[in-house]
């Protein structure tokens, strides 16, 4: 079936060291969300990429989607003790009508040591 | 600023038992999802409601229904519970369906 796949599973960091999280699409998106999830909260939203090869930036996070609208990273540059949780990024694989039934990729989970 | 509620934050049942959540969106969101997280899982979509219609299904047992109403307010009615329902069941909503999803905190429920 229509999968989101996400890598790495897990990421343990020395704070200020820098954090990428890669998510593929079997299919073409027709946009990409990511979500934070910290431990023991709920996902919230951090950022939708809709065009090809689009890049954002919040801060100290970096956000990219394929050309091909596939695949998307998350950089985190020199990352501290806050970006500690669960990376998730979701893409609407439903088709048609369905641009709210999100997949979500299995998540990163992303531990930063002091 | 308002967030999506829900409510009750943790239930607890036993084996086919019902229970009901409710989730009340953002003012002014037309569109509430249902997801299915499971421990250390990725939260799994059940279903979602447009403008009190249901838009589109996931992987939602028969032993479930939903809907939204008028003040789209939305209730996951599940019965005959069994001991594989125990997750955390968020709501989300969002203005329009192809938009960001704001998640409410989370129904924990637990199946004994």
């Known amino acids: 079936g229509q999968q989101v796949m996400q890598i790495p599973q897990y990421q343990h960091v020395q704070e200020g060291e820098d954090f990428t999280t890669y998510c593929n699409s079997s299919?073409?998106?027709?946009?990409i969300q990511w979500y934070k999830q910290r431990p023991g909260g709920h996902p919230v939203f951090l950022i939708q990429l809709v065009k090809s090869g689009e890049v954002k930036k919040q801060k100290r996070l970096t956000f990219q989607f394929g050309e091909a609208k596939k695949n998307s990273s998350l950089h985190i540059t020199a990352t501290q003790t806050t970006d500690v949780g669960t990376y998730f990024c979701?893409?609407?694989?439903?088709?048609?009508?369905?641009?709210?039934?999100?997949?979500f990729g299995q998540g990163t989970i992303l531990t930063v040591h002091p | 600023a308002a967030g999506v509620i829900q409510s009750p934050r943790h239930l607890i049942k036993e084996k086919r038992e019902t229970a009901t959540l409710k989730c009340y969106p953002i003012?002014?969101?037309?569109?509430v999802y249902w997801y299915q997280q499971g421990p250390g899982q990725d939260p799994q979509f059940l279903i979602s409601?447009?403008?009190?219609?249901?838009?589109d299904k996931g992987s939602i047992p028969d032993r479930f229904s939903a809907q939204q109403f008028s003040d789209y307010h939305s209730e996951l009615n599940m019965s005959s519970l069994e001991l594989g329902d125990s997750a955390l069941y968020f709501c989300?909503?969002?203005?329009?369906?192809?938009?960001?999803?704001?998640f409410g905190p989370g129904t924990r429920l637990t199946v004994t």
């Open positions: 989300a909503s969002s203005f329009g369906k192809s938009y960001e999803q704001y």
């Open positions: 979701a893409g609407p694989l439903g088709g048609g009508t369905s641009y709210g039934k999100l997949t």
């Open positions: 003012p002014r969101h037309d569109t």
């Open positions: 409601f447009y403008e009190k219609m249901q838009s």
């Open positions: 299919t073409t998106l027709s946009n």
